[in-house]
């Protein structure tokens, strides 16, 4: 059975689409919810539990979305800088190893 | 005539004339209550609790942690307890049959009678109205952090609660509220409870409720409203703030989502037990209280975490539905489907592997990113009184902040007695 992923939606305002286009990146968004873009990045059981732990103010919305939600706005901008530094959204562990 | 609420019991406010409470209050000794048991106070004297007078006794508590009802039969699920230690026992020298004044914020509020004095297994309560004792659950904390001793007592009001800007519109006790629905000449009205600021999901279950309480009626003229009823009480860092939750949900009355025909925004005072499927049954007697005929109940009510399936609370009405005079409309979950490119209804579309949910928690998400949401997830007028109500009221921010929990306006003030 595949293993479980759970998303945090990095939402994606002006400031964070200058910085995309500037690493020619604007292309990596999705597009959800009619018209927002948003960088989708994966977390595995073990990563979600750790990211709930080291940041008490995120939660697990597992009635709706089973998404991983309210990070500290700093902390999803490290995410996005790292997404920028490898030009990926495959970057969990990594971000992960500096907690 | 009268007005009746649950239980067939008519509706009557316990609040005292001033010249009588100054009176009354002379020589008894004060004590002085904390938010949530004032905000009890005030929903025991204005009728919101109907048949309940005053907190509870010990044979109630009993009967309503065993049997889900109170002794003299009526179904009520949570019990109202009013705690005190063994030291403010002695240092009041508090004494069935005596009566004390509740102050608070050091002013009188209400005069408790005091009937009985107990104790109650805690763990035991928790089980019965929770189906857990496990104190991360947000209830059982509640019930834990009570002190060991429980006073059973009618309570009066010796004076009306000063209800602060912005609030002051939206506090509509239960005669009042019935009054304002006969002038609107509604004949169903719908209760939509909530602590969030409406997204377009929850816009779509007023209406999707509105439609479905409408039903046979005659539609030459309105005769079904929405009634908002927010809850406030407690409030958790990274909620919204109450003045947001509030101003939003009027403000879509105001931009025209909905209109006076058929949508109004008040307010509860009460701190959430998260009890799941015994809260869904709270509110259906408190909403009966205010006049409503039906209420929506969607997935998992009122629930937290796991600890309750997503339709419990529809399985445990329906085991009490005839004793109660309101009509549960249930509410499935409103998303965007891109296909469509509209809110739907998980019901309706069957785009399944296109659809795309989103709740409360993703839209404070997206927020907090800075993100403005398109109009179709979040209506624009909402989003800005969002914002301007957290320039306002919040300190800069719409969600809860240390500094909010210390600096907000008070919903009410109790102001000294003339």
Not at chain 1, 67 to 96: G, N, W
Not at chain 2, 153 to 167: C, E, M, S
Not at chain 2, 168 to 178: C, H
Not at chain 2, 277 to 300: Q, S, V
């Amino acid at each position: 059975m595949a293993e479980e992923k759970y998303p945090i939606n990095i939402w994606i305002n002006e400031e964070r689409y200058a910085k995309l286009q500037k690493a020619g990146l604007a292309e990596l968004p999705e597009e959800m919810l009619a018209g927002l873009k948003v960088l989708r990045v994966y977390a595995n059981d073990a990563q979600k539990d750790k990211i709930l732990k080291t940041f008490p103010t995120a939660k697990f919305d597992s009635a709706t979305t089973k998404s991983i939600e309210l990070l500290p706005k700093d902390v999803k901008d490290k995410i996005f800088d790292k997404i920028v530094e490898k030009q990926s959204v495959d970057i969990m562990a990594d971000f992960l190893k500096a907690y | 005539m009268a007005e009746i609420g649950h239980g067939g019991k008519a509706i009557v406010e316990r609040i005292m004339e001033p010249k009588e409470a100054a009176e009354k209050i002379k020589g008894l000794t004060q004590i002085p209550i904390r938010s949530q048991i004032a905000n009890e106070v005030i929903g025991l004297t204005y009728g919101y609790f109907t048949p309940i007078e005053g907190f509870m006794n010990r044979a109630d508590v009993d009967s309503v942690c065993k049997n889900m009802r109170l002794s003299n039969g009526v179904v009520w699920s949570i019990p109202l307890l009013f705690d005190v230690s063994d030291e403010e026992i002695s240092k009041y020298n508090l004494k069935v049959g005596n009566s004390v004044v509740l102050t608070y914020g050091g002013n009188p509020m209400a005069i408790l009678e005091i009937e009985e004095i107990f104790d109650y297994d805690k763990k035991a309560m928790c089980q019965a109205v929770f189906g857990t004792d496990e104190a991360k659950h947000p209830g059982c904390a509640r019930v834990y952090e009570c002190k060991d001793k429980f006073i059973g007592g009618k309570v009066t009001l010796v004076q009306r609660p000063k209800i602060n800007a912005p609030y002051d519109p939206y506090f509509i006790p239960p005669l009042e509220m019935r009054k304002r629905f006969k002038e609107k000449g509604w004949a169903r009205i719908v209760a939509h409870q909530t602590r969030n600021v409406p997204h377009t999901g929850h816009e779509w279950l007023m209406k999707g409720a509105w439609l479905q309480a409408y039903a046979e009626l005659p539609i030459e003229k309105p005769l079904v409203g929405v009634l908002v009823n927010a809850i406030i009480g407690e409030k958790r860092k990274g909620d919204y703030i109450d003045e947001a939750i509030i101003l939003t949900h009027d403000e879509l009355r105001k931009a025209g989502y909905f209109g006076d025909h058929n949508h109004l925004t008040s307010l509860t005072f009460w701190d959430m037990r998260y009890a799941g499927p015994k809260e869904a049954i709270f509110h259906a007697a408190l909403r009966t209280n205010l006049g409503l005929t039906h209420h929506m109940y969607g997935r998992d009510h009122a629930g937290v975490g796991t600890y309750y399936g997503a339709y419990d609370a529809h399985h445990l009405l329906a085991t009490v539905q005839d004793e109660l005079n309101i009509t549960p409309v249930y509410s499935m979950n409103w998303l965007y489907c891109p296909h469509c490119g509209e809110i739907t209804s998980e019901g309706i579309c069957d785009h399944k592997k296109e659809w795309q949910k989103f709740s409360g928690t993703v839209m404070r998400s997206i927020v907090l990113d800075g993100v403005k949401p398109p109009r179709l997830i979040y209506r624009p007028e909402v989003f800005d009184v969002m914002i301007e109500s957290g320039e306002k009221y919040g300190f800069g921010s719409p969600f809860v902040t240390d500094n909010y929990l210390e600096k907000r306006i008070p919903v009410f003030e109790i102001p000294p007695l003339k």
